[in-house]
């Protein structure tokens, strides 16, 4: 069974920065292996693709609504994987879940994956 487990939610004002972690576990994973994804909900809207990273090529991708603002990168021997986000503006409060997937690269079109975490609040005031 795989694990992940979310942090670096909080709550921030308009025009500052959060670090979100995902730190991964289980008995057969392997981050290297693994394409990894960020989404998020906000109340009363759908879930939302916000950035991912492949495993094979590394390449990343980002919603357009966050290109710019944020970086997603992992750390292979720490079995973690982050967001960093910057000029965070009040549109950008929900729940952030990190997800992982060994087949499917997680992209802006992926709607769904393998693995996911419990979730981490963001909250932007203005």
């Known amino acids: 069974q795989v694990q992940l487990v979310e942090s670096g939610g909080g709550l921030v004002q308009a025009g500052g920065s959060l670090s979100l972690s995902c730190a991964a576990s289980?008995?057969?994973?392997?981050?290297?292996?693994?394409?990894w994804g960020w989404f998020r909900q906000a109340p009363g809207k759908e879930r939302e693709f916000v950035a991912g990273i492949s495993w094979f090529s590394r390449s990343t991708y980002y919603a357009d609504s966050v290109k710019g603002r944020s970086t997603i990168s992992r750390d292979n021997a720490k079995n973690t994987v982050y967001l960093q986000m910057n000029s965070l503006k009040p549109e950008d409060t929900a729940v952030y879940y990190c997800?992982?997937?060994?087949?499917?690269?997680?992209?802006?079109?992926?709607?769904?994956?393998?693995?996911w975490g419990q979730g981490t609040q963001v909250t932007v005031s203005s």
């Open positions: 289980g008995r057969t994973l392997n981050i290297y292996n693994m394409n």
């Open positions: 997800a992982a997937d060994g087949a499917t690269i997680i992209r802006p079109t992926t709607t769904n994956a393998r693995y």
